[in-house]
């Protein structure tokens, strides 16, 4: 029986178990992986005491910090159900079952699938939802992002230095990142633009050897050798059918990241809390633990 068991290690769940390991509570991390999303940026320029830092180096710092406490840590291990059975909450995962006084879900997000004809059948294979990881895999190759956001400009502007041609395609009228981002991403003669498109079909023989898109009422193909999806994310909340949910799947929270279930917490991106920013998930993450810890004070 544990004081309390956090879901996932991104920037919220480090800050909540380096806070309950100050607290001296008897708890459990459980994760797939280590640094969640921050891992995926190629830069971090706005996390406090460093004006620019790669996110690998970012989660090599958190890993740093975790490694001074002595923390149980499951990692590789996927939590599939927490439900609350009395006062105690159970945690079931791949590869076992848990119980708990209180638990903290910081599980992060997922990317968004496009949900079109040869994307799964090539993931991994030209297809990726990751420029930070896979990028120089596709060197002087032709490659098209899907997007319009900051996700699809980071990646626009990661791929520049590594491929031959850049195809942006966004199915809004306007690309909606930053506009210094859509200022460079528009300077870069590797970069051509196409708004008002929509990606219908991915192909290929054992790789990706394009796509078909649908623009100004024309159907055409677009010979790429590589595809980066990055058409946001969803919040990773499939495994707590209980809790308390906004309209997209986000787990609703108060200030003290409470959730309608009493003794279960919540923190960072897979909330309702606005800000998808690195900084806010290690607040959240810093009040969840604050809270789990506070609210063992109070019971009997």
């Keep these: 029986m544990y004081d309390l068991i956090i879901v996932g290690a991104g920037p919220a769940g480090i800050t909540a178990s380096i806070y309950a390991a100050r607290k001296r509570m008897n708890f459990l991390v459980i994760t797939k992986d280590l640094g969640g999303q921050t891992i995926l940026s190629a830069k971090v320029e706005n996390y406090t005491g460093y004006q620019f830092i790669p996110g690998t180096e970012l989660v090599d710092k958190f890993r740093e910090h975790l490694e001074q ?22 945690i079931e995962t791949e590869k076992g079952k848990y119980e ?13 699938k496009l949900g079109v004809e040869g994307e799964d059948e090539f993931k ?65 003669e590797k970069v051509t633009i196409y708004n008002n498109t929509k990606v ?5 023989d054992k790789f990706v050897r394009g796509m078909r898109i649908s623009r100004q009422g024309k159907s055409e193909d677009l010979a790429v050798g590589g595809i980066f999806i990055e058409i946001g994310s969803l919040p990773a ?6 809790v308390a949910k ?42 969840a633990s604050l809270s789990a810890f506070e609210y063992l004070s109070k019971k009997k």
């Design 69 to 90: 406490f002595k923390i149980e840590l499951k990692e590789g291990e996927r939590v599939t159900l927490v439900k609350k059975d009395k006062d105690i909450l159970k």
């Design 200 to 204: 219908d079909k991915i192909y290929g």
């Design 237 to 242: 909340t499939d495994f707590v059918p209980e």
């Design 100 to 112: 708990t006084k209180t638990a903290v879900v910081a599980s992060g997000r997922i990317p968004r």
């Design 124 to 188: 991994n294979r030209g297809v990726t939802y990751c420029a930070t990881c896979d990028a120089p895999l596709f060197a002087d190759m032709e490659v098209a992002v899907i997007g319009g956001g900051k996700a699809a400009l980071d990646a626009v502007l990661q791929l520049i230095k590594i491929a031959r041609k850049v195809y942006l395609m966004d199915i809004a009228p306007q690309l909606r990142a930053d506009p210094i981002m859509v200022e460079k991403t528009k300077k870069s």
């Design 246 to 287: 906004n309209e997209i799947g986000e787990i609703i929270v108060n200030c003290r990241c409470e959730t309608n279930i009493p003794g279960l917490f919540a923190a960072g991106d897979v909330t309702n809390v606005p800000a998808k920013q690195i900084i806010v998930a290690c607040g959240e993450g810093a009040k």
